[in-house]
């Protein structure tokens, strides 16, 4: 158990609708990151918030959006879903941003999103 | 950008001999980091076994071991003594110094292990 939590565990949708994925780092950390592993992209990281803000992202769409909770949790909101949104989506924490031996990133178990 | 490339999609082992897993990148960094994850069936990412690109020693994790060749810009994995438990999606992971914020993935390796 790496200490981050994520729900729910799974999420079964229609095209065209919006749902919301939800993290809580381990205990301590500032840090959450949010990754997408799907069958066609592989894993990639979409986008980081250290202590409420936005640090980096990466390949996210528009129709994807995050925040980062006074609580240090964080929420993946993800709209006008297609087909292809269907994938595993990994939250992650670490205790600071930026690199380092120390900053590992811990992995939560993963929502699992079925767009029908 | 930074890439990282698994030439291998699947590897097959039998149960307590010595499977190396290949890896390779491309940066223009000098420094960085490169990780081992593991992924089994439930899916959980697991960190196997991590290197910083200025260390020459490679890294060891009880079985685990790597092989880094800065030069080469080749990170492989060792695994001695197969258990079943190893078996499982491996992933090769880069992590920049200077733009620190994400890990690269490669596509990752299957690792089966027979008994």
């Known amino acids: 158990d790496s200490g981050v939590t994520q729900t729910p565990k799974h999420l079964i949708t229609a095209t065209g609708q919006r749902v919301t994925l939800r993290c809580s780092p381990r205990?301590?950390?500032?840090?959450v990151y949010w990754y997408q592993q799907s069958l066609d992209q592989g894993l990639q990281f979409l986008i980081q918030?250290?202590?409420?803000?936005?640090?980096a992202k990466g390949n996210i769409l528009e129709r994807f959006s995050a925040q980062q909770f006074p609580d240090l949790h964080s929420e993946l909101n993800l709209s006008s879903l297609e087909l292809g949104d269907s994938a595993l989506y990994f939250c992650a924490s670490s205790p600071r941003e930026g690199s380092g031996f120390d900053n590992e990133q811990f992995f939560g178990p993963g929502t699992r999103l079925t767009v029908l | 950008a930074q890439t990282v490339t698994q030439s291998q999609p699947e590897m097959s082992v039998q149960e307590a001999e010595t499977v190396t897993l290949s890896c390779t990148y491309d940066t223009s960094e000098s420094d960085y980091y490169l990780f081992w994850y593991k992924q089994p069936p439930s899916r959980q990412m697991i960190l196997v076994i991590r290197?910083?690109?200025?260390?020459?020693q490679n890294a060891t994790e009880n079985r685990f071991s790597v092989n880094f060749q800065k030069a080469a810009k080749s990170f492989s994995l060792k695994i001695s003594d197969s258990q079943l438990g190893d078996a499982a999606m491996y992933f090769c992971a880069y992590f920049s110094m200077e733009y620190g914020n994400k890990l690269v993935f490669g596509a990752g390796t299957i690792l089966r292990v027979k008994s």
């Open positions: 205990s301590g950390d500032l840090s």
């Open positions: 918030y250290y202590n409420g803000e936005e640090r």
């Open positions: 290197q910083e690109a200025y260390k020459q």
